[in-house]
C-alpha cells in the first residue's frame, strides 16, 4: 500500500502564499499520478492539481496562475506552492495517488487545513 502525509497548512493572510508537502511511502514504485484535492466546510470535495508519473501537470480553473504543483522524485514528495492566497481558498487539503496494477487503487492523506483569513 501507499502512505501519504501532508505538511504545510496553516494561518495565512489573503494574499500571502503557503507551500504544501506531500511525502508518500509504501510501494511508491507503482504510482502514476499524484494530486491535490480540498474541501471547504459545505462543498463537495474538489480537484485542485496533479502531476502524472511523467511530468504532466494539470490544474483547476479556479487556482490557474495561482497554484503550482512539482515534485521531487528523489524524495518521493509532491508540492503544492500557493500564493496570492483567498479566503475562498480556506479548506481542509487532501493529497491523493494513484496506484496502477492489477487492480487500480486510490490513496488519500489525511489532510492539511489551510485557513486565509485577515
Known sequence: ????VESGGGLVQPGGSLRLS???SGRIFSINAMGWYRQAPGKQ??????ITSGGTTTYADSV???FLISRDSAKNTVYL???SLEPEDTAVYYCNAQQTG?????YWGKGTL???SS
Open 1 to 4: 500500500q501507499v502512505q501519504l
Open 22 to 24: 506531500c511525502a508518500a
Open 45 to 50: 470535495r474538489e480537484f485542485i492539481a496533479g
Open 64 to 66: 490557474k496562475g495561482r
Open 81 to 83: 506552492q500557493m500564493n
Open 102 to 106: 492489477p487492480v487500480v487503487m486510490t
Open 114 to 116: 489551510v485557513a486565509v
